[in-house]
């Protein structure tokens, strides 16, 4: 058939914003030769009505790169492709009217500025010279971002789409994919008009993604986890006073976003456009007798202003001026959302060379950056920024329909809320639950999840206060602040229990699974009866991910990692897997307790049957409570202790009788503060692909000199002659209120000179710890520096390469 090609290296299913930017970023790395499939016109799903507000904000590190490396994109893309378009640089008001909302803003400003940009924070006194038609009498203050502006989303397609032709990549418009197979490890794309055979496919097909994403389940694949919401602008008819004041300042309204009350407002030409983020926010798609439609191209939503009356409102008392013009057009379009609001960009899980760029909520903004990341993917098999905040895998197989709808509305209506440490969203919780549950529960349990599980936090005394309110603030002070400290001192004086459900497991086996590993890791095995720790390099050193290796046989191996890793982790070990081993995941079947204290051993004395005398990092088959359980001598808190893993039915009996010998029950957070003490890294925040293995100061888990190649092998040692830039280092904080957050900034000489990755209070050692990565020429012990905790810098002092509590590990050796 003809216009057809047989054959293409990639095919992108889906032609909005995303999938196109995806296909030029591609022919920029030189893969010219793929296809984007479009089954109407290009932009006819959510792109032709995004309103088309390109902001750099975020709270998180790889969003801002993404975001700001869009405005970067869109700012020479005209000229680059020779296809003009409105873009709009107007700078943004954000505004605050809270403490709290004003620290958030000077912690975004921190990231701002280190990515280059030049965001500031105005006090009330100031927003008018910026804002002249604004009422400012109830603020605190306001994040100006000249970076800021909106774009006309259709033609950032085109331009994107002529860009990608010009370079030699094909579009097809009008022609839907139907269906994928698979041969011959090569994808075979289908359409009406014939068969594209490929390397790698890319569902890019926005609002459609989730019927996409079934045609891969014969190939491995998932239910996509999203939901669609429904989202409105409205624009007023032109206000002469604004086309007056716009004609006069020869410029347009700097774009306000009132982020307490929930709502954007642009001006429009010569009037304005209002976009809320509602509470009482309305899924489609979701019910029965409204069924997902097989075709919704250039469709909208009827409009629905009722729901937005509070915002309306709010938003003309907020600028009078709004009040003078009448409605003149409604937009209500289908937005997709998946669970955390964050896009799904990289690997597709389970399917091999099979990837996602889909279930954007601001894909005009991230397009750019998101199309850079895919093609990195792609074309690299790893990417700039670590990019887990969108990383398919962080889903497991908890986000069911339900699941989807709950977290996807309430991630809508509280699309500019802030995200404190503290406090825990509350829709959709219980996806999976520990054997000893309700007895976690039953002593105070307050819940966090990860990955799906529930895991105490903290445990809350009757009288404490365990409202969501309480847990608005950024300060470590709060209800559960006695109670950490309480549970850190009995790991250090007594003996603590915290129960574990979710820690990843996967078995090893099959002759050469040793030797395999050593290929896999930096670093060595630990001898039969013994665990370590395994890091897994990329290929250019960076870090993967960290593993506890369990050796149980000569070639027989438990790998335990994070909750939150299951299939990152589990994909990394299955797609490398050399033939004849055998990989099982047992996550579901084992339940974890850590038992850590001084006062462990008699514990373990008076309720096992273990060799209690086998020394730090030993594992051995015992019996706990007249239960089979694996004990592992080690402990994430840093004191004697033992990891008890146990099948899911013999946990309760276990758990009870380690609760009989007096232990305290202790939580994730008093983890945190005890492992900080320690200097163990915690994997996606001090542990990351942002950073090498050597500037993780990981030197002592990488050998070179073992006959294995590992990779990232030849990059490590040219780093290791060349010199890291950048070195990780625990530091001790003058800190205020708060300790400081991952990726505050370090500073000296007036300059920026790294970042925190971690950070907390430790309570054995009364001091404020971060984690972080410092310029290597600084990160000497005693170095002084400062760290930007919300805008406060505080003085800030370099360790010794050791940990602060503990230095020796001569209580885990006791
Ligand atoms: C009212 C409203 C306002 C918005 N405002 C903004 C904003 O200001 N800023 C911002 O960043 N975002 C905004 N958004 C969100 C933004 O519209 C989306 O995030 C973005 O358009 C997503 O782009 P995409 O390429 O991922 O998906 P889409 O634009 O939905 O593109 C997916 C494409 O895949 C095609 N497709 C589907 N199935 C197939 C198939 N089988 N074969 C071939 N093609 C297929 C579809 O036809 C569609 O063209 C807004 C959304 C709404 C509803």
């Given amino acids: 058939m003809s216009g057809i090609p047989s054959t293409a290296r990639v095919v992108i299913i889906g032609g909005g914003a995303v999938g196109v930017s995806s296909l030029y970023h591609l022919a920029k790395a030189g893969w010219t030769d793929c296809v984007l499939l479009e089954k109407n016109e290009l932009t006819a799903g959510s792109t032709w009505h995004a309103a088309g507000n390109v902001p750099t904000f975020s709270t998180s590190w790889s969003l801002m790169n993404m975001q700001r490396y869009s405005t970067e994109l869109y700012r020479g893309l005209g000229a680059a492709v020779d296809y003009p378009m409105n873009y709009h640089v107007?700078?943004?008001?954000?505004?605050?009217?809270?403490?709290?909302?004003?620290?958030?803003?000077?912690?975004?400003?921190?990231?701002?500025?280190?990515?280059?940009?030049?965001?500031?924070?105005?006090?009330?006194?100031?927003?008018?010279?910026?804002?002249?038609?604004?009422?400012?009498?109830?603020?605190?203050?306001?994040?100006?971002?000249?970076?800021?502006?909106?774009?006309?989303?259709?033609?950032?397609?085109?331009a994107l789409a002529k860009g990608a032709r010009d370079m030699g990549a094909t579009i097809l418009r009008f022609t839907p994919a139907t269906g994928v197979s698979r041969e011959n490890g090569e994808w075979i794309v289908h359409t009406e008009k014939g068969d594209i055979r490929c390397e790698y496919v890319v569902n890019a097909a926005g609002?459609?993604?989730?019927?996409?994403?079934?045609?891969?389940?014969?190939?491995?694949?998932?239910?996509?986890?999203?939901?669609?919401?429904?989202?409105?602008?409205?624009?007023?008819?032109?206000?002469?006073?604004?086309?007056?004041?716009?004609?006069e300042s020869g410029r347009k309204l700097p774009l306000l976003r009132d982020v307490d009350t929930s709502y954007y407002l642009r001006q429009e030409k010569t009037g304005f456009n209002l976009g809320p983020y509602?509470?009482?926010?309305?899924?489609?798609?979701?019910?029965?007798?409204?069924?997902?439609p097989e075709d919704f191209s250039f469709q909208l939503y009827p409009d629905d202003l009722d729901r937005l009356e509070f915002y309306i409102e709010d938003a003309m008392a907020r600028v009078p001026l709004l009040g003078t013009a009448g409605i003149s057009r409604v937009i209500n379009g289908p937005i997709p959302y998946a669970p955390d609001g964050n896009p799904l960009i990289g690997p597709m899980p389970g399917v091999p060379n099979a990837f996602e760029a889909c279930v954007f909520t601001f894909g005009i903004a991230q397009g750019g950056g998101a199309g850079k990341v895919l093609a990195e993917w792609i074309t690299e098999g790893c990417t700039e920024w670590d990019m887990w905040s969108c990383d398919p895998r962080r889903y497991t197989d908890y986000t069911d329909r339900d699941y989807c709808i709950e977290k996807g509305k309430e991630v809508y209506g509280h699309e500019y809320a802030m995200h404190f440490p503290w406090h825990?969203?509350?829709?959709?919780?219980?996806?999976?639950?520990?054997?000893?549950?309700?007895?976690?529960?039953?002593l105070g349990g307050q819940f966090g999840a990860y990955n799906g599980w529930e895991r105490a936090n903290w445990f809350a005394q009757p009288g404490d206060d365990t409202s969501e309110e309480a847990t608005q603030t950024w300060n470590r002070a709060g209800p559960w602040e006695a109670r950490i400290r309480e549970e850190c001192e009995a790991v250090r004086d007594g003996v603590g229990v915290l129960n574990l459900p979710g820690f990843s497991r996967f078995d090893l086996s099959g002759a050469g699974a040793a030797d395999w590993l050593r290929g896999m890791i930096a670093g060595a095995l630990p001898?039969?009866?013994?665990?370590?720790?395994?890091?897994?390099?990329?290929?250019?050193?960076?870090?993967?991910?960290?593993?506890?290796?369990?050796?149980?046989?000569?070639?027989?191996?438990?790998?335990?990692?994070?909750?939150?890793?299951?299939?990152?982790?589990?994909?990394?070990?299955?797609?490398?897997?050399?033939?004849?081993?055998?990989?099982?995941?047992?996550?579901?079947?084992?339940?974890?307790?850590?038992?850590?204290?001084?006062?462990?051993?008699?514990?373990?004395?008076?309720?096992?049957?273990a060799d209690l005398s086998l020394p730090w990092l030993s594992i051995q088959s015992a019996s706990v409570a007249g239960r089979p359980a694996m004990l592992a001598r080690v402990s994430f808190a840093g004191e004697l202790g033992w990891e008890v893993h146990a099948k899911v039915a013999d946990m309760p009996a276990i758990y009870d009788a380690v609760l009989g010998q007096g232990a305290k029950p202790f939580g994730m957070w008093a983890l945190n503060s005890l492992r900080l003490e320690k200097?163990?890294?915690?994997?996606?925040?001090?542990?990351?692909?942002?950073?090498?293995?050597?500037?993780?100061?990981?030197?002592?888990?990488?050998?070179?000199?073992?006959?294995?190649?590992?990779?990232?092998?030849?990059?490590?040692?040219?780093?290791?002659?060349?010199?890291?830039?950048?070195?990780?280092?625990?530091?001790?904080?003058?800190?205020?209120?708060?300790?400081?957050?991952?990726?505050?900034?370090?500073?000296?000489?007036?300059?920026?000179?790294?970042e925190t990755t971690s950070g907390g209070w430790g309570y054995r050692v009364g001091k404020s710890i971060a984690l972080g990565m410092l310029r290597a020429d600084l990160a000497q012990p005693g170095t002084e520096i400062a760290v930007?905790?919300?805008?406060?810098?505080?003085?800030?002092?370099?360790?010794?390469?050791?940990?602060?509590?503990?230095?020796?590990?001569?209580?885990i050796r006791a």
């Avoid at 509602?278 to 997902?292: G, L």
Wanted: some cysteine.
């Fill in 788 to 811: 930007e905790i919300y805008g406060e810098r505080r003085r800030a002092v370099v360790q010794e390469d050791q940990p602060l509590w503990d230095p020796e590990n001569a209580r």
């Fill in 527 to 609: 001898k039969v009866g013994r665990m370590n720790l395994g890091y897994f390099p990329d290929k250019r050193g960076r870090i993967l991910t960290e593993m506890s290796i369990l050796r149980h046989g000569e070639d027989e191996f438990t790998l335990i990692t994070a909750a939150t890793a299951q299939w990152h982790d589990g994909e990394h070990l299955r797609q490398n897997l050399a033939p004849g081993l055998t990989l099982t995941d047992r996550t579901v079947e084992f339940d974890t307790l850590i038992v850590s204290g001084p006062k462990a051993r008699d514990l373990f004395a008076a309720i096992g049957e």
């Fill in 424 to 442: 825990r969203w509350p829709a959709a919780p219980d996806r999976k639950l520990s054997p000893v549950h309700d007895k976690v529960k039953a």
């Fill in 90 to 158: 107007t700078g943004s008001i954000r505004l605050a009217h809270s403490k709290e909302r004003m620290q958030e803003f000077e912690r975004a400003k921190g990231m701002g500025r280190y990515q280059g940009m030049d965001i500031e924070v105005l006090g009330v006194d100031e927003i008018k010279g910026k804002y002249p038609f604004l009422e400012t009498h109830d603020l605190k203050g306001a994040l100006y971002d000249p970076a800021d502006g909106d774009i006309d989303p259709a033609q950032l397609t085109q």
């Fill in 207 to 247: 609002y459609y993604a989730q019927r996409v994403g079934e045609w891969f389940k014969p190939y491995g694949g998932r239910t996509v986890p999203m939901m669609v919401m429904s989202h409105q602008y409205l624009l007023s008819e032109p206000v002469p006073e604004l086309e007056a004041w716009s004609k």
């Fill in 278 to 292: 509602e509470r009482n926010c309305k899924a489609h798609w979701v019910t029965p007798d409204d069924p997902f």
């Fill in 679 to 754: 200097g163990y890294r915690a994997w996606k925040g001090d542990l990351s692909t942002d950073y090498s293995l050597l500037e993780g100061g990981l030197d002592r888990f990488i050998k070179f000199d073992k006959p294995q190649d590992f990779p990232g092998k030849a990059a490590l040692l040219a780093e290791k002659q060349r010199g890291s830039k950048k070195r990780f280092v625990t530091l001790v904080v003058d800190a205020g209120e708060a300790d400081a957050p991952y990726m505050s900034t370090l500073w000296h000489d007036g300059a920026v000179v790294g």
